[in-house]
Nanobody
Framework: QVQLVESGGGLVHPGGSPRLSCEAS????????LGWYRQAPGKERELVAG????????FYADSVKGRFIITRDNTRKMVYLQMNTLKPDDTAVYYC??????????????WGQGTQVTVSS
């Protein structure tokens, strides 16, 4: 059974740089792409970052490009989202996700319960 457990959210001041973590279990971690989605109030869930098993293949939404960094640790079965220079528009529930296959382009099939990130002064 796939399990994805996010942590690291909370209240952050504008300009802050928190790191989200996701612990995965229930599947062969190193064989799958991973990603981070977010959903803001009243908006659809959107993919903000993805990473394939080839870690040189990454995706970032335009809204976070240059500010967010996704990484993975196959040994610890963890995926991280380093968020820098946060803005109020980054306020959302952030979800860790598992890909259908090894490449992020194939999409994602499972999500965690999410962690709330609120950017406010």
């Amino acid at each position: 059974q796939v399990q994805l457990v996010e942590s690291g959210g909370g209240l952050v001041h504008p300009g802050g740089s928190p790191r989200l973590s996701c612990e995965a279990s229930g599947f062969i971690f190193s064989n799958y792409a991973l990603g981070w989605y977010r959903q803001a109030p009243g908006k659809e869930r959107e993919l903000v970052a993805g990473i394939s098993i080839n870690v040189n293949r990454k995706f970032y939404a335009d809204s976070v490009k240059g500010r967010f960094i996704i990484t993975r640790d196959n040994t610890r079965k963890m995926v991280y989202l380093q968020m820098n220079t946060l803005k109020p528009d980054d306020t959302a529930v952030y979800y860790c996700s598992k890909g259908f296959t090894s490449d992020y382009l194939r999409g994602f099939v499972s999500w965690g319960q999410g962690t709330q990130v609120t950017v406010s002064s």
